[in-house]
T-cell receptor, first 112, second 114 residues
Framework: GEDVEQSLFLSVREGDSSVINCTYTDSSSTYLYWYKQEPGAGLQLLTY?????DMKQDQRLTVLLNKKDKHLSLRIADTQTGDSAIYFC????????????FGTGTRLTVIP | DTAVSQTPKYLVTQMGNDKSIKCEQNLGHDTMYWYKQDSKKFLKIMFSYNNKELIINETVPNRFSPKSPDKAHLNLHINSLELGDSAVYFC?????????????FGPGTRLLVL
């Protein structure tokens, strides 16, 4: 399968910005996603970006895509304690229904 | 040594039929999930079971009925299949329900309704 890598842990103080990074290997990726997993819940889609975009903003979330370096990041502005969760990066292509590859997830801990 | 397995891998059927997809995990996990992946590759959770008990039941037509005979299995039965049910269905499992645990996904079942 494709490699999607993320750092495992990130701690930030409440009110600061969080930046979660992801690198991937498949240059044919069509969509790149960020999912959030809260305690006791399934994966929830947070946001996504098409591979022909380099930035997408959605309220407190900013997604940056550097296609040349195959690097995706998720910035959460004004991080709140409710943002504590695991964040998964995933890449998908259109060349097959099962081509959705997840990273290992980054556990974000927000310190009050 | 497959961790989360699903059968069948592909399923092509006519509208109106009833079909089942099976999922098994050999990880000793307590919690299992069903997700639907649409044409844009968005994964949406449908159901979650913990120790054979239903935990999450998202807004899913009641034609979809999950069944967990034991905590290693979570099957998905679909009645009166419709064209819009065509998608890839992923099963997943995690260690438990308390706290945040990484989910391990099966390979997916591609359902095509004609």
């Amino acid at each position: 399968g494709e490699d999607v890598e993320q750092s495992l842990f990130l701690s930030v103080r409440e009110g600061d910005s969080s930046v979660i990074n992801c690198t991937y290997t498949d240059s044919s990726s069509t969509y790149l996603y960020w999912y959030k997993q809260e305690p006791g819940a399934g994966l929830q889609l947070l946001t996504y970006i098409f591979s022909n975009m380099d930035m997408k903003q959605d309220q407190r979330l900013t997604v940056l895509l550097n296609k040349k370096d195959k690097h995706l990041s998720l910035r959460i502005a004004d991080t709140q304690t409710g943002d504590s969760a695991i964040y998964f990066c995933a890449e998908g292509t259109q060349t097959g229904a099962n081509n959705l590859f997840f990273g290992t997830g980054t556990r974000l801990t927000v310190i009050p | 040594d497959t961790a989360v397995s699903q059968t069948p891998k592909y399923l092509v059927t006519q509208m109106g039929n009833d079909k089942s997809i099976k999922c098994e995990q050999n990880l000793g996990h307590d919690t299992m999930y069903w997700y639907k992946q649409d044409s844009k590759k968005f994964l949406k959770i449908m159901f979650s079971y913990n120790n054979k008990e239903l935990i999450i039941n998202e807004t899913v037509p009641n034609r979809f009925s999950p069944k967990s005979p034991d905590k290693a299995h979570l099957n998905l039965h679909i009645n009166s299949l419709e064209l819009g049910d065509s998608a890839v269905y992923f099963c997943a499992s995690s260690l438990n329900w308390a706290g945040v645990e990484t989910q391990y996904f099966g390979p997916g079942t591609r359902l095509l309704v004609l």
